[in-house]
């Protein structure tokens, strides 16, 4: 079935960086846009980032602009998040999010199970 | 934009109707979704664009609205409907959530 799994999450020190990725199966991945979405420990979510189904256009929260970067490999059918000097309040669940029958205004249809990011020291 | 959701939490019956309001800082013409969230899982869509009902998901939740207010109709709940609701806004990039209404068992 449509599935998405996120990886490469992790306990990181304070300004070091890290890599998830979200493997993508049973559907046209460079069909679709693609989310991050995080949730902090005990919060609400908060979008992350966003990137079109070529690559081309991709949109970030402020709280990230700057550190962390959204990019997508179609033939490996792979969605990464690049997060560097993180912080503190990075800290959270990620889940990856698949744009609703490629209509960026309906919402999100797919999501991944997450994977938890812990920066601490 | 801001979304603000009313009440931050609820508690009810099995067999109750609940609704939840959802409110944007300036108009978002339809552009609204909203979720469900059980502890420890992802969201799960419910409802996109103000009113239409995602694949799969029981008719007894609907949606309504438009510009700035919306909500969240749950016409009888049922024991699976407990958890935490959040709607989120789709106009214009970057994209926020509200703060989510839990609904917990009376």
């Known amino acids: 079935q449509v599935q998405l799994v996120e990886s490469g999450g992790g306990v990181v020190q304070p300004g070091r960086s890290l890599r998830l990725s979200c493997a993508a199966s049973e559907f046209s991945f460079g069909d679709y846009g693609m989310h991050w979405v995080r949730q902090a420990p005990g919060k609400g979510l908060e979008w992350v980032a966003v990137?079109?189904?070529?690559?081309?256009?991709?949109y970030y929260a402020d709280s990230v602009k700057g550190r962390l970067t959204i990019s997508r490999d179609t033939s490996k059918n792979t969605l990464y998040l690049q997060m560097d000097s993180l912080r503190a309040e990075d800290t959270a669940v990620y889940y990856c999010a698949r744009v609703h029958s490629t209509y960026y205004y309906y919402g999100m249809d797919v999501w991944g199970q997450g994977t938890t990011v812990t920066v601490s020291s | 934009i801001q979304l603000t959701q009313s009440p931050s939490s609820l508690s009810a019956s099995v067999g109750d109707r609940v609704t939840i309001t959802c409110r944007a800082s300036?108009?978002?013409?339809?552009?609204l979704a909203w979720y469900q969230q059980k502890p420890g899982k992802a969201p799960k869509l419910l409802i996109y664009a103000a009113s239409t009902l995602q694949s799969g998901v029981p008719s007894r939740f609907s949606g309504s609205g438009s510009g700035t207010d919306f909500t969240l109709t749950i016409s009888s709940l049922q024991p699976e409907d407990f958890a935490t609701y959040y709607c989120q806004q789709l106009n214009s990039y970057p994209l926020t959530f509200g703060p989510g209404t839990k609904v917990d068992i009376k």
């Open positions: 990137i079109s189904h070529d690559g081309s256009s991709k």
């Open positions: 300036q108009g978002i013409s339809s552009y």
